[in-house]
C-alpha cells in the first residue's frame, strides 16, 4: 500500500500505527544481511521486533524490496533477507536510486534506513552501531556515509556508540562540526560498542527517554534540521573486556589492510572477521546491546509521542 510517497510502501501495520498515533521504532536491515550470521541474524531481527513491541511500540524494519523502499517487513521478508546475507546488495544513500530502478532488493544501512524512516514519518531509530571516521581517513578519506545522514535527516538514532574499528575521536569531531548533538543516556562517557568506555565523553548526558523527547521536539519544532545520536551504553553483564577485545579488533583491521579490502566492503568484512575471531563472543554481545538499544528506542518514541500529543 503506498502512502503519499511514489516510492514507499508501508505496512499495514506500519500505516494503522501511524494512524493511531503509536510510538514507532525504525530498524535496519544492513545488520540483519552484513552484520550478523545466518540463522542468527533471522532470530535477532524477529527477537528485536518482538521487544519492541513487548515495550509497547511498532517495528518497523526498513529495506529495499523489489525496488520499493519498504517500512514494516513481514517475517518471510526478514528470512529472505536474513538467508541471503551478504548476496544481498548493501544500500547506503547513494544507493539507493539504482537500486529501485532496477528493482532489486537492497538492505539498508543506518544512513538509508534515517532516509526511508524519515519518508514514512518515523522519528526512532534503533540500532546497534554508526558508522563513522575510520581510523586511517586521514589518509583513505574513508568516513561514512552515515554521519553526513545525521547531519540532515531529522531521525533520533539510538546506538551503543560505535565500534573502535573506527576512530572515535575523530567520528566526534566530525558530528560537532556537523551541527549533530551526541546524547549519553545515563552516561557523560561515548561508549564504544563492546566497552561502556572509551575515555571520550559526550555533549549531553540526559537521564530520561522523556529529556531526550524534549530535545528532539526543540530541535525540530525551531527548524534546526539533522539528527541526533543517542548513545546507549551496552549493558555490563553483556560487555566485552577491553584488551581482549582491542587485540581482536587490530588483527581484523590488519587483515582488511593485508587484503587491500576498501569501499563498501571494508565494514562488513571487519565486523565478520571479529565475529570469528572472537569465537562469537562479539555476536553475543553485538546482540545484547542492541536489544537494550531497541528497549531505549521505543521508549523515547513513546515520550515523543506524549509530547506531541499535550
Ligand atoms: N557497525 C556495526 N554493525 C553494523 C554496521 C556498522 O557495528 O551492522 C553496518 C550499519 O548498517 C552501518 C553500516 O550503517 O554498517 C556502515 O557501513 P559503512 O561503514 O560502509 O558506511
Ligand atoms: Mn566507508
Request: aromatic fraction near 0%; charge should be neutral.
Given at each position: 500500500m503506498t502512502d503519499s510517497h511514489p516510492y514507499l510502501d508501508l505496512s499495514e501495520d506500519i500505516l494503522a500505527a501511524r494512524n493511531d498515533r503509536k510510538p514507532i521504532v525504525a530498524l535496519e536491515s544492513t545488520i540483519i544481511s552484513h552484520g550478523m550470521p545466518y540463522p542468527k541474524n533471522v532470530e535477532t531481527a524477529l527477537e528485536v521486533e518482538a521487544t519492541v513491541r513487548k515495550h509497547g511500540g511498532v517495528p518497523a524494519t526498513i529495506a529495499i524490496l523489489n525496488g520499493r523502499l519498504k517500512a514494516g517487513l513481514s517475517v518471510e521478508e526478514i528470512e529472505q533477507l536474513g538467508r541471503a546475507g551478504t548476496a544481498i546488495t548493501k544500500v547506503s544513500r547513494r544507493d539507493i536510486p539504482f537500486v529501485v530502478a532496477r528493482r532489486h532488493h537492497g538492505a539498508t544501512t543506518v544512513a538509508a534506513t534515517m532516509f526511508i524512516a524519515h519518508k514514512a514519518g518515523i522519528k526512532v531509530f534503533g540500532t546497534g552501531g554508526i558508522g563513522g571516521v575510520h581510523r586511517d581517513a586521514p589518509t583513505t578519506?574513508?568516513?561514512?556515509?552515515d554521519l553526513p545522514e545525521l547531519a540532515q535527516t531529522d531521525v533520533a538514532v539510538v546506538s551503543a556508540?560505535?565500534?573502535?574499528?573506527?576512530d572515535l575521536s575523530l567520528t566526534l569531531e566530525y558530528l560537532e562540526t556537523h551541527g549533530v548533538p551526541v546524547i549519553g543516556y545515563r552516561t557523560s562517557e561515548f561508549p564504544a560498542f563492546f566497552t561502556r568506555q572509551s575515555g571520550l565523553e559526550v555533549n549531553y548526558r540526559l537521564d530520561s527517554p522523556d529529556a531526550i523527547a524534549a530535545a528532539m521536539r526543540a530541535k525540530w519544532e525551531m527548524g534546526l534540521s539533522g539528527g541526533l545520536l543517542v548513545a546507549n551504553p551496552i549493558p555490563e553483564a553483556a560487555a566485552l573486556d577491553k584488551k581482549w577485545i582491542d587485540v581482536v579488533i587490530d588483527q581484523a583491521i590488519s587483515e582488511a589492510a593485508g587484503r587491500g579490502i576498501t569501499g563498501k566492503e571494508i565494514t562488513p568484512f571487519l565486523l565478520s572477521r571479529i565475529e570469528h575471531l572472537s569465537k562469537g563472543k562479539s555476536l553475543e554481545a553485538n546482540i545484547q546491546l542492541v536489544l537494550n538499544n531497541v528497549v531505549l528506542a521505543t521508549k523515547i518514541a513513546k515520550a515523543y509521542q506524549q509530547l506531541l500529543a499535550e
Open positions: 578519506m574513508d568516513i561514512s556515509a556508540g560505535a565500534k573502535s574499528i573506527l
